[in-house]
């Protein structure tokens, strides 16, 4: 890619970033959405209790990786851990390094992507692993949107914690009306609370009493991005589909 391909690429990422934050996983990372179906599938989950600490997955896996990357020369993540590569691009399994590469792409995939989804109905590879995911974290809090739980109204239920994908709520966050940092906004949790407590926001505003219009403009800008991103995909992957049928 030339010079200015790369600052063309740089520029958009960086205005989507202040525009929707982490809400890039949600509306964005189509390799997310593969995780969502598979987390949806269950009425129940069958896996309850998870341990907080977990959630420090995603940060101790960039750490790792920038460390290796930096130490080997080469995009250590890409190489070695990227669960999606088992449904994208598989390295050539011409030796043994190769074979183990795929092995460990294939079960991540699985462990991640479909059985803990399945078992928890939480996005597991975003919520434990993700190195980009954390990283999309680190720049929540310069997004314009954000959700947030309104005070006065909540009870509070925890509905809205035992409704995120993520963990990105706790009874503490609850109380200070914050979504955790690793919040994506999904909505989630503005879908399950009773109170109307749960709501979107814009930074520097009140909260409003009928937040819809922060919701709405949200779900613009992530839904233009969406479909910045995976239009040419989608049509490529149907004109595919066409092919092969017809
Ligand atoms: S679901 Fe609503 S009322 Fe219940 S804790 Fe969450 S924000 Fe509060
Ligand atoms: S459920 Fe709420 S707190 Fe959890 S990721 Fe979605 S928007 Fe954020």
Redesign the pocket.
């Known amino acids: 890619m030339s010079g200015a391909g790369m600052a063309a690429m740089a520029g958009l990422w960086l205005a989507i970033t202040i525009v929707v934050g982490k809400g890039w996983c949600?509306y964005a990372c189509f390799f997310g959405g593969i995780e969502e179906g598979m987390a949806s599938v269950a009425d129940k989950p069958q896996i309850r209790k998870i341990d907080a600490r977990w959630r420090y997955g995603p940060w101790a896996v960039l750490l790792a990786m920038v460390l290796l990357s930096l130490a080997l020369f080469e995009p250590a993540y890409c190489m070695w851990l990227c669960p999606f590569k088992a449904v994208s691009e598989y390295v050539a399994a011409r030796n043994t390094v190769g074979l183990v590469q795929n092995g460990i792409f294939v079960l991540l995939f699985a462990a991640l992507v479909i059985v803990l989804p399945l078992l928890t109905k939480k996005r597991t590879q975003c919520a434990f692993f993700c190195p980009f995911g954390a990283f999309q974290s680190l720049f929540n809090k310069t997004s314009v949107f954000e959700?947030k739980i309104d005070k006065t109204r909540c009870t509070p239920c925890v509905l809205?914690q035992k409704?995120?994908?993520?963990m990105?709520?706790t009874e503490e966050s609850i109380a200070k009306g914050e979504?955790?940092m690793?919040?994506?906004?999904?909505?989630?949790?503005?879908d399950?609370c009773p109170k109307d407590a749960?709501v979107w926001h814009i930074r520097g505003t009140e909260i409003a009493a009928k937040p819809e219009r922060a919701r709405l403009m949200f779900l613009y800008a992530a839904w233009a991005v969406a479909i910045m991103f995976g239009g040419s995909i989608i049509a490529e992957g149907l004109a595919t589909i066409l092919h092969v049928v017809i």
Request: glycine content about 4%.
């Open positions: 949600s959700v809205c409704s995120c994908p993520t990105s709520l979504t955790l690793s919040c994506m906004k999904c909505g989630a949790c503005v399950a749960a």
